[in-house]
């Protein structure tokens, strides 16, 4: 079933580090710690997996802050959405159903701002390479002090009760039979976003490459 939670964190960029490497030199996540008004979040940001077949696969580009609909003006702190368009949620994958279709996801044209958010999702190409390369396409937009915003699933069973953010990434089509496949949805996508001084955010976005590309309206995968 999709997540009980959803949302986005706005703050400010604090600091960011990189996974300890295990035994054989892998790492997984790059960490990056956003301070609110009610903490230091620490979110961890998937570059890498466990299964060794499975690779990441990234976007990175900029965006003018009203392609984020209504999210930019949300304020500091964590914010659950609703798993909607139009509560500012993001979906990689909805743009070829958002059409004037009866009865496919809308009874009316998406707004005009997550017409062009989703355009911009469609037209990027996914790219691959090593861990490596995908820290380094996050880190690059990783300036401390910038307004950020990260989109996943809050912690809220952390043992040492730190405040944070996960499943910053794709979470949609994973395979039928995967421990993942429980948690596929719609309009629940994880992203990395800083804001430039012009008021433009870099965007980082993140997938595994075993996720499917087309989803049905559960986000299962679809062949």
Same mark, same amino acid.
């Given at each position: 079933?999709?997540?009980?939670? =959803?949302?986005?964190?706005? /703050?400010?960029? =604090?600091?960011?580090?990189?996974?300890?490497?295990?035994?054989?030199?892998?790492?997984?996540?790059?960490?990056?710690?956003?301070?609110?008004?009610?903490?230091?979040?620490?979110?961890?940001?998937?570059?890498?997996?466990?299964?060794?077949?499975?690779?990441?696969?990234? +976007?990175?580009?900029?965006?003018?802050?009203?392609?984020?609909?209504?999210?930019?003006?949300l /304020?500091? $702190?964590?914010?659950?959405?609703?798993? #909607?368009?139009?509560? !500012?949620?993001?979906?990689?994958?909805?743009?070829?159903?958002?059409v004037?279709? #009866?009865?496919?996801?809308?009874?009316?044209?998406?707004?005009s701002?997550?017409?062009?958010?989703?355009?911009l999702?469609?037209?990027?190409?996914?790219?691959? $390479?090593?861990?490596?390369?995908?820290?380094?396409?996050?880190?690059?937009?990783?300036?401390?002090?910038?307004?950020?915003?990260?989109? !996943?699933?809050?912690?809220?069973?952390?043992?040492?009760?730190?405040?944070?953010?996960?499943?910053?990434?794709?979470?949609?089509?994973?395979?039928? !039979?995967?421990?993942?496949s429980?948690?596929?949805?719609?309009?629940?996508?994880?992203?990395?976003?800083?804001?430039?001084?012009?008021?433009? =955010?870099?965007v980082?976005?993140? +997938?595994?490459?075993?996720?499917? !590309?087309?989803?049905?309206?559960a986000?299962?995968?679809?062949?």
């Amino acid at each position: 079933m999709p997540f009980e939670r =959803y949302g986005v964190l706005s /703050g400010t960029l =604090y600091r960011h580090y990189r996974d300890r490497p295990d035994d054989q030199g892998r790492w997984f996540h790059v960490h990056v710690e956003v301070d609110a008004p009610d903490g230091r979040y620490r979110c961890a940001v998937d570059v890498d997996s466990h299964k060794s077949n499975v690779g990441v696969q990234w +976007k990175a580009f900029t965006l003018d802050a009203d392609a984020l609909g209504p999210v930019p003006a949300l /304020g500091p $702190g964590c914010h659950d959405l609703g798993p #909607s368009p139009d509560s !500012g949620a993001l979906d990689f994958l909805r743009h070829p159903e958002l059409v004037d279709r #009866s009865g496919v996801l809308f009874q009316r044209r998406p707004p005009s701002w997550l017409q062009d958010l989703l355009d911009l999702f469609g037209s990027r190409p996914w790219h691959a $390479g090593s861990n490596i390369d995908a820290a380094t396409a996050l880190e690059a937009i990783l300036v401390e002090g910038r307004p950020t915003l990260v989109f !996943g699933e809050p912690f809220d069973d952390d043992p040492e009760g730190d405040l944070g953010m996960h499943n910053i990434h794709q979470n949609q089509g994973d395979p039928a !039979g995967s421990q993942w496949s429980p948690e596929n949805g719609i309009w629940q996508d994880g992203a990395t976003l800083t804001q430039r001084p012009d008021g433009r =955010y870099d965007v980082f976005v993140n +997938k595994f490459s075993s996720q499917a !590309g087309h989803t049905d309206s559960a986000g299962r995968p679809v062949v």
